[in-house]
């Protein structure tokens, strides 16, 4: 009985042809995935987008940085129940490119836009126990002193130059 052996080579991949397969295995299920990331952006987190124009509404900044708002929206969602839904009310009431209208906001609004301004200002996120630092560096507290005032804790000059006498500036 003869046998009759394939040659290894009939099943031999190149690597142009295995990665043309991992990057359409990719795509394919990035394609069957994008329709779930969808509804689960509508139905439960919103989006940086909102989060951002809502801040930059409150603050009354055109400048917030988005890197800073990313985990100030996820620290926000995850301190406070219902926050989400909260904060798309708060969208709904606040017209684009406007001031926030805080006589036309009701007191959950009124309260979402609350924190959402503390945790700008301050870096921080929860209130007791609960209370998480998010950013110090960049909270907006800072921002108003920074020609003047160098940031709490950050040294403004190398180690002991407090030691050396003062040049002869006055207020």
């Given at each position: 009985?003869?046998?009759?052996?394939?040659?290894?080579?009939?099943?031999?991949?190149?690597?142009?042809?295995?990665?043309?397969?991992?990057?359409?295995?990719?795509?394919?299920?990035a394609m069957m995935l994008s329709p779930f990331?969808?509804?689960?952006?509508?139905?439960?987190?919103?989006?940086?987008?909102?989060?951002?124009?809502?801040?930059?509404?409150?603050?009354?900044?055109?400048?917030?940085?988005?890197?800073?708002?990313?985990?100030?929206?996820?620290?926000?969602?995850?301190?406070?129940?219902?926050?989400?839904?909260?904060?798309?009310?708060?969208?709904?009431?606040?017209?684009?490119?406007?001031?926030?209208?805080?006589?036309?906001?009701?007191?959950?609004?009124?309260?979402?836009?609350?924190?959402?301004?503390?945790?700008?200002?301050?870096?921080?996120?929860?209130?007791?126990?609960?209370?998480?630092?998010?950013?110090?560096?960049?909270?907006?507290?800072?921002?108003?002193?920074?020609?003047?005032l160098v940031i709490r804790s950050y040294c403004?000059?190398?180690?002991?130059?407090?030691?050396?006498?003062?040049?002869?500036?006055?207020a």
């Amino acid at each position: 009985m003869t046998r009759k052996t394939i040659s290894s080579r009939a099943f031999a991949v190149t690597r142009r042809q295995l990665l043309g397969a991992t990057l359409a295995g990719a795509a394919g299920s990035a394609m069957m995935l994008s329709p779930f990331k969808a509804f689960a952006a509508q139905a439960g987190v919103p989006s940086l987008g909102v989060f951002m124009r809502l801040s930059q509404a409150l603050c009354e900044k055109t400048a917030l940085n988005p890197a800073v708002g990313q985990p100030l929206l996820k620290a926000l969602l995850n301190a406070h129940d219902g926050f989400g839904d909260r904060l798309r009310s708060l969208a709904d009431a606040v017209p684009e490119g406007q001031a926030v209208p805080v006589d036309g906001l009701n007191a959950e609004q009124r309260r979402t836009a609350k924190r959402i301004l503390s945790a700008w200002y301050t870096g921080i996120v929860g209130e007791g126990d609960q209370a998480r630092v998010v950013t110090y560096r960049h909270a907006l507290q800072f921002k108003a002193v920074d020609d003047i005032l160098v940031i709490r804790s950050y040294c403004p000059n190398e180690p002991g130059f407090w030691a050396v006498k003062p040049s002869g500036k006055r207020a």
